[in-house]
């Protein structure tokens, strides 16, 4: 199986990357996505990416958090961005996106940010990493109307409407440990009805540790746990999820096909 976002190059990680890519390795787990959160973090990511090749694939993008951490000076991080992806060993553009529970810029703000790399990663053609947090209409409008995109609504806790929206212009949707906590009802019946060939799990490690490991530091080992608990709420056999979303990974991101 693919764990399709962690951020191994996060603190809490420390010097442990390499040990977790090897836990996960030791757990069945063929790939990792790892996250570039800007450009300093993209670049750790790829250095990573490039010491397990074949097994740690990188993105990097400006996240709600770190646009806002740039400040006024927005364009020159998005053309230090520019000039990092035209660099090459990354495999999407992200993560990116809306976040309306912290916003911590203005909305409209967060929206030029988010669709200025919607059109950097359709012209380098690669999938976007999309961050959406209680932002659901505006995403799906955003993504509606910017056709030439495609990639992952990564961390998908929204329910079975939401889901629709994304599905019906052609988006993939990632579930993470989120899915195995209690009070994710709306969040199950909304995995129920993602197509087997459009459906991607994740950890977003070091964070959402999946049951029976909640609490601890998520490492994409626990994938395991996730993909398990989604195929029991599919009513799926394990196997043919695993089959399935690794498939689906590797067509969207590009990765071990070479
Ligand atoms: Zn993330």
Not at 39 to 51: K, Q, T, Y
Not at 60 to 73: E, T, V
Not at 81 to 88: N, Y
């Given at each position: 199986?693919?764990?399709?976002?962690?951020h191994l190059t996060?603190?809490?990680?420390?010097?442990?990357?390499?040990?977790?890519?090897?836990?996960?390795?030791?757990?069945?787990?063929?790939?990792?996505?790892?996250?570039?959160?800007?450009?300093?973090?993209?670049?750790?990511?790829?250095?990573?990416?490039?010491?397990?090749?074949?097994?740690?694939?990188?993105?990097?993008?400006?996240?709600?958090?770190?646009?806002?951490?740039?400040?006024?000076?927005?364009?020159?991080?998005?053309?230090?961005?520019?000039?990092?992806?035209?660099?090459?060993?990354?495999?999407?553009?992200?993560?990116?996106?809306?976040?309306?529970?912290?916003?911590?810029?203005?909305?409209?703000?967060?929206?030029?940010?988010?669709?200025?790399?919607?059109?950097?990663?359709?012209?380098?053609?690669?999938?976007?990493?999309?961050?959406?947090?209680?932002?659901?209409?505006?995403?799906?409008?955003?993504?509606?109307?910017?056709?030439?995109?495609?990639?992952?609504?990564?961390?998908?806790?929204?329910?079975?409407?939401?889901?629709?929206?994304y599905l019906a212009?052609?988006?993939?949707?990632?579930?993470?440990?989120v899915v195995t906590?209690?009070?994710?009802?709306?969040?199950?019946?909304?995995?129920?009805?993602?197509?087997?060939?459009?459906?991607?799990?994740?950890?977003?490690?070091?964070?959402?540790?999946?049951?029976?490991?909640?609490?601890?530091?998520?490492?994409?080992?626990?994938?395991?746990?996730?993909?398990?608990?989604?195929?029991?709420?599919?009513?799926?056999?394990?196997?043919?999820?695993?089959?399935?979303?690794?498939?689906?990974?590797?067509?969207?991101?590009?990765?071990?096909?070479?």
């Amino acid at each position: 199986m693919i764990d399709t976002h962690c951020h191994l190059t996060h603190a809490k990680f420390g010097d442990d990357a390499d040990g977790a890519v090897a836990r996960a390795r030791a757990a069945g787990v063929t790939a990792c996505v790892t996250i570039g959160t800007g450009v300093e973090d993209g670049i750790r990511a790829r250095e990573l990416a490039r010491r397990h090749a074949g097994v740690v694939f990188a993105t990097a993008g400006l996240d709600p958090f770190s646009s806002h951490a740039a400040g006024g000076a927005f364009d020159a991080a998005y053309d230090a961005l520019v000039a990092l992806l035209e660099e090459g060993g990354f495999c999407a553009v992200g993560e990116i996106g809306l976040d309306y529970h912290y916003d911590l810029d203005p909305r409209k703000v967060q929206a030029e940010w988010f669709e200025r790399q919607l059109d950097l990663a359709a012209r380098l053609d690669v999938p976007v990493v999309v961050h959406v947090r209680e932002a659901h209409d505006d995403m799906a409008a955003i993504l509606r109307s910017h056709s030439r995109n495609r990639g992952v609504i990564h961390s998908f806790t929204g329910g079975p409407a939401d889901a629709e929206r994304y599905l019906a212009i052609g988006w993939h949707l990632a579930f993470n440990g989120v899915v195995t906590f209690k009070n994710a009802d709306e969040i199950r019946a909304a995995a129920r009805l993602v197509p087997l060939d459009r459906i991607l799990v994740e950890t977003d490690s070091p964070y959402l540790a999946p049951n029976p490991k909640r609490g601890a530091r998520c490492e994409p080992a626990f994938v395991v746990h996730t993909l398990q608990a989604l195929a029991a709420v599919r009513g799926e056999d394990a196997s043919v999820l695993e089959a399935a979303t690794t498939s689906n990974a590797r067509h969207l991101f590009r990765i071990g096909t070479r």
